[in-house]
């Protein structure tokens, strides 16, 4: 099966401009995540949709960061205005659910790398 | 939620076995322990998960303790090819998991 696919690759912008990075998950997967990834870190999750609904948005920085699943397939995360602090690797990632399984896997894409000057 | 401890780097000769350790204390009866790899400019990929059973297949062995507060991933035979960031997390039925920052593992010739 196809993977998860993102883009851009990477984008260069200047503080205070505007950024979106696009997701398309797997096919049926019903679940898809942001996550961002800052150099040495580990991935913290930004937000968790169930098909076209926001099921964990907590540690997203709605004053900066939006994120929306139409139609429950793509994706898009948008940055407006940037700080430099934004500068990661944004990953995007999906499962298939079904039902609550914790044994679900996640399939990670390759990362929107982003930095801010 | 429910947090992992990791070494943050280990070291291991090419050809010999890693055993790779974590420790979750605060588990519950319900979350999966799944772990996940980082190769340099990829995203995580899945190496393998278990609930109570020790688990084996292609990649990797699982080795999950009796009371489940610790499990160990092995590989049995290093190759220059597994040097990446190991993470271990746990998975809850709500889906919801949290990534620590990982084990460095450095695979030497």
């Known amino acids: 099966e196809a993977g998860v696919a993102q883009s851009p690759r990477y984008k260069i912008i200047e503080k205070r401009q505007s950024v979106a990075f696009w997701c398309n998950p797997i096919?049926?997967?019903?679940?898809l995540y942001w996550y961002q990834q800052i150099l040495g870190q580990g991935p913290k999750l930004l937000i968790q949709f169930q098909n076209n609904g926001v099921v964990d948005d907590s540690q997203l920085p709605k004053d900066r960061f939006s994120a929306e699943r139409l139609k429950g397939v793509d994706s898009t995360l948008k940055i407006q205005p940037a700080k430099l602090e934004d500068s990661a690797v944004y990953l995007c990632a999906s499962k298939r659910t079904r039902g609550g399984s914790g044994a679900n896997v996640l399939t990670f894409g390759a990362g929107s790398r982003l930095t801010v000057l | 939620d429910a947090k992992t401890t990791q070494p943050n780097s280990m070291e291991s000769n090419e050809e010999e076995p890693v055993h790779l350790p974590c420790n979750h204390s605060?588990?519950?009866?319900?979350?999966?322990i799944h772990w996940y790899r980082q190769l340099p400019s990829q995203g995580p990929e899945y190496v393998i998960h278990g609930l109570t059973s020790n688990v084996n297949n292609r990649m990797a062995s699982l080795a999950i303790a009796e009371d489940r507060k610790s499990s160990t991933l092995i590989l049995h035979r290093a190759t220059l090819r597994d040097a990446a960031v190991y993470y271990c997390?746990?998975?809850?039925?709500?889906?919801?998991?949290?990534f620590g920052d990982g084990t460095t593992l450095t695979v030497k010739p």
């Open positions: 096919s049926g997967h019903a679940t």
């Open positions: 997390i746990l998975k809850t039925n709500a889906g919801k998991s949290t």
């Open positions: 605060t588990i519950s009866g319900t979350d999966y």
